[in-house]
């Protein structure tokens, strides 16, 4: 099980730190990863980490701006989300895939949590 917090409403330029608490694993051997999906907008893989070795991995719109980290003793992952953009709305998943792989392909991801919505006000 997957539960995502920490979404809401900031301006251009603005912070916010996002959390997926994942339970019912019995050992880190698995991958974490964000996404988010605008209305009318297919699936985007944002940030991916293997927990059991906290190697993360970016897409190119967020390079320099996001930073993704695990706290394996709360089993949560974040997602520290600086300068935000306008064009950063939407609402935001976290996907687990059992291994250790890490990938922003949405398809390869076993369950999602229920998403946190992120807007940018310009």
């Known amino acids: 099980q997957l539960v995502e917090s920490g979404g809401g409403l900031v301006q251009a330029g603005g912070s916010l730190t996002l959390s997926c608490v994942a339970s019912?694993?019995?050992?880190?051997?698995?991958?974490i990863g964000w996404f988010r999906q605008a209305p009318g907008k297919e699936r985007q893989g944002v940030s991916c980490?293997?927990?059991?070795?906290?190697?993360?991995h970016y897409a190119d719109f967020v390079k320099g701006r996001f930073t993704i980290s695990s706290d394996n003793a709360k089993n949560t992952v974040y997602l520290q989300m600086n300068n935000l953009e306008p064009e950063d709305t939407a609402v935001y998943y976290c996907?687990?895939?059992?291994?250790?792989?890490?990938?922003?392909?949405?398809?390869?991801?076993?369950?999602w949590g229920q998403g946190t919505q992120v807007t940018v006000s310009s």
């Open positions: 996907g687990s895939v059992v291994g250790n792989i890490a990938t922003l392909w949405p398809q390869f991801y076993e369950n």
């Open positions: 019912g694993f019995t050992n880190n051997d698995y991958g």
């Open positions: 980490i293997t927990v059991s070795d906290g190697h993360g």
